[in-house]
């Protein structure tokens, strides 16, 4: 079930690929970036992140914590160079591999076969954010064993006392939130 604004966004407990502990209980009195992206080997997913890398040290002088979650199991993405080289190096997020979905489910992440199809990837004007994400070293077609191809992503903000202050449920593979959203909820 999809979360709404305005509800206590629900507790999770767990630990990121280095082994770190994260428990969302203990975030409280600090502002809370969630995202639930793809796959390791999904263009675009490893672009938003990308992008996201440019403005972290902003977000997290101001006060946010970033928590990723990828299907991927742990193996995986300690392996890849783009997670090695722009993420888990600089110790600014916190990556969580959940091969089984379990938070996904928690936060209503999608699947939705009839949104991953080549003709909505043409229709919502994907192909040049694929094709900047492939100028940048990034490949990979989304699909990767033992995760979904029809996986959706979805974004939260979470305010000091954990409720959810906004909530994106992607319309396709590359429909992340917009980074002014993340600039604006930590002014």
């Known amino acids: 079930m999809r979360l709404s604004i305005n509800q206590q966004a629900p507790d999770f407990q767990t630990k990121d690929v280095l082994g770190n502990p994260i428990h969302l209980e203990n975030y409280q009195g600090k502002k809370v970036y969630i995202a639930f992206l793809r796959n390791a080997s999904?263009?675009?997913?490893?672009?938003?992140?990308?992008?996201?890398?440019?403005?972290?040290?902003?977000?997290?002088?101001?006060?946010?914590?970033?928590?990723?979650?990828?299907?991927?199991?742990?193996?995986?993405?300690?392996?890849?160079?783009?997670?090695?080289e722009y993420i888990l190096r600089d110790d600014k997020f916190y990556v969580v591999?959940?091969?089984?979905?379990?938070?996904?489910?928690?936060?209503?992440?999608?699947?939705?076969?009839?949104?991953?199809?080549?003709?909505?990837?043409?229709?919502?004007?994907?192909?040049?954010?694929?094709?900047?994400?492939?100028?940048?070293?990034?490949?990979?077609?989304?699909?990767?064993?033992?995760?979904?191809?029809?996986?959706?992503?979805?974004?939260?903000?979470?305010?000091?006392?954990?409720i959810v202050r906004y909530a994106k449920y992607g319309n396709n593979i590359g429909d992340h939130i917009d980074l002014q959203l993340l600039e604006d909820f930590v002014k």
């Open 97 to 162: 591999s959940d091969n089984e979905r379990k938070y996904y489910g928690l936060y209503g992440a999608e699947l939705r076969p009839e949104r991953a199809t080549p003709e909505i990837f043409k229709a919502a004007g994907l192909l040049e954010t694929y094709n900047e994400a492939l100028r940048l070293g990034m490949t990979g077609n989304g699909q990767e064993a033992g995760t979904n191809g029809s996986a959706m992503p979805a974004d939260f903000l979470i305010d000091e006392q954990g």
């Open 42 to 84: 999904c263009p675009l997913c490893s672009l938003h992140l990308y992008k996201l890398t440019k403005i972290v040290d902003q977000l997290k002088n101001k006060g946010l914590e970033l928590i990723v979650f990828y299907e991927s199991v742990n193996s995986i993405l300690l392996k890849s160079p783009f997670f090695n």
